[in-house]
């Protein structure tokens, strides 16, 4: 496509654009009409959702906390384990176990282990029957990111040194 080409249809865009500034034959910018900007998001509260942490399957308007300004709507809170979340990260049965697994390994590393209760996490992931697909989805990933690390560590270190020592 040529240069021109592309500056004719960039034009023809702005002359359509109805947030494009105008200007008259002098030089001064006409006044376009006032734009409405609304925000209006809507979510089906009534649909279930797990917490990430305790895996409690509930509806999310029961995650739902309020705020000084009316219901949060990034934030919620577990009924069960009382964890806070981001409300992005609550469970949806879009979910699937490898994903879940990627999650908990990123979030790892900001002490998700810690904030559950392991063995009525463990018992859970099995109920929905998660169990399997996520440890080896998670140990793949733990795998790779040990794999990626060429650092070794300091009894590796030692050894390799006593070895070289007793070589000479």
């Given at each position: 496509?040529?240069?021109?080409?592309?500056?004719?249809?960039?034009?023809?865009?702005?002359?359509?654009?109805?947030?494009?500034?105008?200007?008259?034959?002098?030089?001064?910018?006409?006044?376009?009409?006032?734009?409405?900007?609304?925000?209006?998001?809507?979510?089906?509260?009534?649909q279930f959702v797990r917490c990430p942490f305790c895996l409690s399957q509930?509806?999310?308007?029961?995650?739902?906390?309020?705020?000084?300004?009316?219901?949060?709507?990034?934030?919620?809170?577990?009924?069960?384990?009382?964890?806070?979340?981001?409300?992005?990260?609550?469970?949806?049965?879009?979910?699937?176990?490898?994903?879940?697994?990627?999650?908990?390994?990123?979030?790892?590393?900001?002490?998700?282990?810690?904030?559950?209760?392991?063995?009525?996490?463990?018992?859970?992931?099995?109920?929905?029957?998660?169990?399997?697909?996520?440890?080896?989805?998670?140990?793949?990933l733990k795998g790779e990111a040990t794999k990626s690390d060429d650092t070794?560590?300091?009894?590796?270190?030692?050894?390799?040194?006593?070895?070289?020592?007793?070589?000479?």
């Amino acid at each position: 496509m040529s240069t021109a080409h592309r500056r004719y249809l960039r034009q023809e865009a702005a002359k359509a654009s109805s947030t494009q500034a105008k200007f008259s034959r002098d030089g001064s910018v006409l006044t376009t009409a006032a734009g409405i900007f609304a925000e209006q998001t809507s979510v089906d509260v009534t649909q279930f959702v797990r917490c990430p942490f305790c895996l409690s399957q509930a509806k999310l308007q029961s995650f739902l906390i309020s705020t000084k300004d009316g219901i949060s709507s990034s934030k919620g809170q577990c009924r069960d384990c009382g964890r806070g979340m981001m409300l992005r990260n609550l469970v949806t049965m879009k979910w699937t176990p490898q994903k879940y697994a990627e999650w908990v390994f990123g979030y790892s590393l900001n002490g998700f282990w810690q904030k559950i209760s392991f063995s009525s996490w463990k018992e859970r992931l099995f109920e929905i029957g998660w169990s399997q697909p996520f440890w080896d989805k998670y140990k793949a990933l733990k795998g790779e990111a040990t794999k990626s690390d060429d650092t070794e560590n300091f009894t590796d270190y030692i050894n390799r040194k006593g070895q070289e020592a007793a070589e000479e």
